[in-house]
């Protein structure tokens, strides 16, 4: 694939929305979901509360930075109101799912269906991650020579350290007393390899040798969504890939997922993503000027 030369032109001139953004947010106590077609990292530096990705349900407290693939609904559950920084950036700057091992935070900060998307900062990191982003918030304003590649590189640090903290901290979950049961290290590779034709609980309980009941307990409390939510996310993030970067028709990127029936697969889609599968498609091969549509 072409690589896409960073820049921060109006990436859909309907709302004005830049390609690369830096801002504050704040959240009551009960917000409402949300979508974004960004990536988007959320660091709460005042609060605690409850964060909602997908059908997922993760606690979170301050000083966390909080992940979102473009396109997953979100909320915020907390009992007081939270204050933060909010970075988010479109595939137009850089598409991680595309050029992952430059930055090699792809499955690990997001598109992670197996884990938690968030990561605890110290006071060090909290230091280091305040350095970059004013960096970037300063560079924004000022636009100076150059600024692009500038703030692309603010954006690939900011990314790699916050992709070691978290790879650092999953050694750490790794020990005999945290580290997730066997059977689910079991069951993700099983999920890896079959997905695209095994849906079904029933299907991977056989494989595992125990019975659908205990599988959905496991997954359940280690994982904070059930069986069926963790293959549907599995599924709907390999179809937005093969929407976004192949020319497969959509009743076929259904076929390969499993799905006989192309209605069927469209609504499941819809109620993941928000958007049909065409519109999904459409929409975000015209921001991209159609250069993510280069794959057969």
Not at 50 to 76: C, I, M, R, T
Request: include cysteine.
């Amino acid at each position: 694939m072409e690589r896409l030369s960073p820049s921060l032109q109006l990436y859909d001139p309907r709302n004005g929305d830049l390609s690369l953004r830096v801002e504050p947010f704040e959240n009551g106590p009960a917000s409402t979901p949300q979508r974004t077609n960004y990536f988007t990292v959320f660091w709460v530096q005042q609060g605690i509360g409850e964060f909602f990705a997908d059908s997922g349900q993760y606690p979170f407290v301050a000083n966390s930075l909080l992940f979102l693939s473009p396109y997953q609904s979100f909320k915020f559950a907390c009992d007081t109101g939270l204050r933060g920084l909010c970075l988010k950036f479109h595939a137009n700057f850089l598409c991680i799912e595309t050029h992952h091992e430059e930055v090699g935070c792809n499955g690990v900060l997001f598109n992670d269906s197996y884990g938690t998307p968030g990561v605890r900062l110290d006071e060090c990191h909290v230091q280091e991650c305040a350095a970059v982003l004013e960096q970037m918030r300063r560079e924004l304003g000022e636009r100076g020579l150059a600024h692009s590649e500038v703030l692309l590189s603010y954006l690939k640090i900011f990314l790699i350290r916050v992709t070691r903290l978290k790879l650092r901290q999953q050694e750490l979950m790794s020990a005999p007393a945290v580290r997730l049961p066997e059977t689910l290290v079991n069951l993700k590779r099983l999920i890896e390899e079959n997905f695209r034709t095994h849906h079904a609980a029933a299907d991977y309980s056989a494989m595992l040798r125990i019975t659908p009941k205990s599988l959905a307990r496991l997954v359940r409390l280690h994982l904070s969504k059930t069986f069926t939510e963790l293959i549907r996310e599995r599924i709907i993030r390999q179809a937005k890939w093969e929407l976004l970067h192949t020319r497969k028709p959509v009743k076929e990127v259904a076929m390969d997922l499993g799905f006989a029936d192309t209605f069927y697969f469209s609504r499941l889609f819809k109620q993941a993503a928000g958007c049909s599968p065409v519109f999904f498609r459409n929409f975000e091969t015209e921001i991209r000027g159609g250069r993510n549509l280069s794959m057969r």
